[in-house]
Structure formats: structure tokens, C-alpha cells
């Protein structure tokens, strides 16, 4: 279990009003850690990239069960 999947099954034993509040603070957690990440243009490009060779054909994501193999082969 990831420590993002730790965090909210604790936070299921909290009443529900306070759960509230805190999903409240969520997605400006994550607004503040992602305003941090900043891509070249170059970054972008190959972004635009990738996602033109997958929605072309050229390139493919892995299954579940590859990126599985794959873990497993790097000894993770």
C-alpha cells in the first residue's frame, strides 16, 4: 500500500464533516506542489509528441501486466 493510499484510509475513521474539510484542502495541495513544475519547451514538444504517436498508432502504452513484468525484471 502507497503511502497516498495510507493517508486516506485514515482518514476514513474521521468524521465525515472534518473528511470534508480536509478533501477541501486537497486540491489546493496539489495546486501548490504542481505550480512548482515548470516544462521546457522542449519538454512540451515531446509531450505533444508522444501523444500524437499514440493516438496515430506509432507508440503504445504498456498493460498493467507489462509494467508489472517490468517492475519485477528491475528487482522493485
Known amino acids: 500500500m502507497t503511502l497516498l493510499e495510507e493517508a486516506i484510509e485514515s482518514l476514513r475513521s474521521v468524521p465525515a464533516a472534518q473528511q ?9 495541495l496539489v495546486e ?3 505550480s512548482d513544475i515548470r516544462l521546457t519547451p522542449e519538454q512540451v514538444e ?3 509528441r508522444t501523444i500524437r504517436d ?3 498508432g506509432r507508440a ?15 528487482g522493485v
Not at 474539510?21 to 486540491?27: F, K, L
Not at 503504445?60 to 528491475?74: C, F
Open 54 to 56: 499514440l493516438e496515430e
Open 20 to 28: 470534508d474539510h480536509i478533501a477541501e484542502a486537497v486540491p489546493t
Open 32 to 34: 501548490q506542489y504542481m
Open 46 to 48: 515531446e509531450v505533444r
Open 60 to 74: 503504445r502504452t504498456l498493460s498493467d501486466e507489462e509494467v508489472e513484468a517490468m517492475w519485477r525484471r528491475l
